[in-house]
């Protein structure tokens, strides 16, 4: 005789998923990953709080945001999380804690809204989409005691700005990876042309491939202390440095090759740099730097080159 084991409760499957231990994770390596697991952690414990606070007052709110936290959590464990899907699991799991439409909870979601609404860099902010006055009645009358139609009501405006600030992030995320994706492409192509740039440099004009090989140098190594002092004191925020970390990787490629041209163009006479002392080599390779550290130099460098009327008219001209 075969014995079916009986299967658990709603209540008692939800209550294994949110168990805490279940979302620790040892090792966390990644920055980026460790703060959005944080968050997934926090907004687990508030949902253990709210259910069981608003069990026995707003049963059937409880069963239904049990079911959708199941949903969310059922075969998922933290270590199998990156980055991307912690943050997904975040803003779902806070969706799902707005169908208990409990009335303290929504009201402290709106006092943050309130204050995320001064904020100018912040995402969809509630006055993006709604009116303030709404805003501050919801508020008000949360605290007064509010009726179903207004706690549904909040609910309805917290999940429609939850989910535009998820898109907003998962746009921001897919930018970021496709841009890694084409400069895995092009970096090698990148590198290879300035290999045969330097080779293919004619010695019995001027500058050798010693002379290029030097410039290109200079002009990665410029290129690479303007990062790093762009990211000491000009990034801040976590989509920022996430998409200097894709172009940081190249960008010494660039700075080779902002070198390499500037080598050619003093080297071509066609524009006399510094009164003719860039001719010398230690003026070439300081050109070389300049070119790769301020990219605003390299580019009007190069467009005195390509417009510069007097070097048409009446030989080189001079910066």
């Given at each position: 005789?075969?014995?079916?084991?009986?299967?658990?409760?709603?209540?008692?499957?939800?209550?294994?998923?949110?168990?805490?231990?279940?979302?620790?994770?040892?090792?966390?390596?990644?920055?980026?990953?460790?703060?959005?697991?944080?968050?997934?952690?926090?907004?687990?414990?508030?949902?253990?709080?709210?259910?069981?606070?608003?069990?026995?007052?707003?049963a059937?709110?409880?069963?239904?945001?049990?079911?959708?936290?199941?949903?969310?959590?059922?075969?998922?464990?933290?270590?199998?999380?990156?980055?991307?899907?912690?943050?997904?699991?975040?803003?779902?799991?806070?969706?799902?804690?707005?169908?208990?439409e409990?009335?303290?909870?929504?009201?402290?979601?709106?006092?943050?809204?309130?204050?995320?609404?001064?904020?100018?860099?912040?995402?969809?902010?509630w006055?993006?989409?709604?009116g303030p006055?709404?805003?501050?009645?919801?508020?008000?009358?949360?605290?007064?005691?509010?009726?179903?139609?207004?706690?549904?009501?909040?609910?309805?405006?917290?999940?429609?700005?939850?989910?535009?600030?998820a898109?907003?992030g998962?746009?921001?995320?897919?930018?970021?990876?496709?841009?890694?994706?084409?400069?895995?492409?092009?970096?090698?192509?990148?590198?290879?042309?300035?290999?045969?740039?330097?080779?293919?440099?004619?010695?019995?004009?001027?500058?050798?491939?010693?002379?290029?090989?030097?410039?290109?140098?200079?002009?990665?190594?410029?290129?690479?202390?303007?990062?790093?002092i762009?990211?000491?004191?000009?990034?801040?925020?976590?989509?920022?440095?996430?998409?200097?970390?894709?172009?940081?990787?190249?960008?010494?490629?660039?700075?080779?090759?902002?070198?390499?041209?500037?080598?050619?163009?003093?080297?071509?006479?066609?524009?006399?740099?510094?009164?003719?002392?860039?001719?010398?080599?230690?003026?070439?390779?300081?050109?070389?730097?300049?070119?790769?550290?301020?990219?605003?130099?390299?580019?009007?460098?190069?467009?005195?080159?390509?417009?510069?009327?007097?070097?048409?008219?009446?030989?080189?001209?001079?910066?």
């Open positions: 005789m075969t014995r079916v084991s009986a299967q658990p409760s709603l209540a008692e499957r939800c209550e294994e998923l949110l168990a805490a231990n279940r979302w620790t994770r040892k090792t966390r390596k990644n920055a980026e990953l460790t703060k959005a697991l944080a968050y997934v952690d926090q907004v687990i414990g508030e949902a253990r709080r709210l259910l069981a606070i608003s069990e026995n007052s707003a059937g709110t409880c069963d239904l945001a049990k079911a959708e936290l199941c949903r969310l959590l059922d075969g998922r464990s933290a270590d199998e999380l990156d980055e991307d899907d912690a943050w997904e699991l975040y803003t779902a799991l806070k969706q799902a804690l707005l169908l208990i409990n009335q303290a909870y929504l009201s402290m979601l709106l006092d943050r809204e309130a204050v995320r609404d001064t904020r100018d860099d912040a995402w969809h902010r006055t993006t989409h709604f006055d709404e805003l501050s009645d919801l508020r008000e009358e949360l605290r007064n005691g509010a009726t179903p139609d207004a706690c549904a009501r909040a609910a309805r405006r917290l999940g429609f700005l939850y989910g535009k600030r898109e907003a998962r746009e921001r995320r897919a930018k970021a990876a496709v841009k890694k994706r084409s400069m895995l492409y092009v970096a090698p192509a990148l590198l290879t042309l300035i290999a045969v740039l330097i080779a293919a440099l004619d010695v019995d004009q001027g500058a050798s491939w010693k002379d290029a090989l030097v410039a290109a140098l200079a002009g990665a190594v410029g290129s690479m202390l303007a990062g790093f762009k990211l000491r004191d000009k990034l801040f925020e976590l989509d920022d440095l996430r998409a200097f970390v894709v172009t940081n990787g190249v960008q010494p490629l660039v700075g080779a090759t902002s070198g390499l041209v500037v080598l050619l163009i003093v080297e071509s006479g066609i524009i006399e740099v510094g009164g003719g002392n860039a001719a010398q080599s230690p003026g070439r390779t300081l050109l070389a730097f300049a070119a790769g550290f301020s990219e605003p130099f390299f580019l009007g460098l190069v467009q005195n080159v390509t417009h510069d009327k007097s070097a048409d008219m009446n030989g080189p001209g001079t910066i």
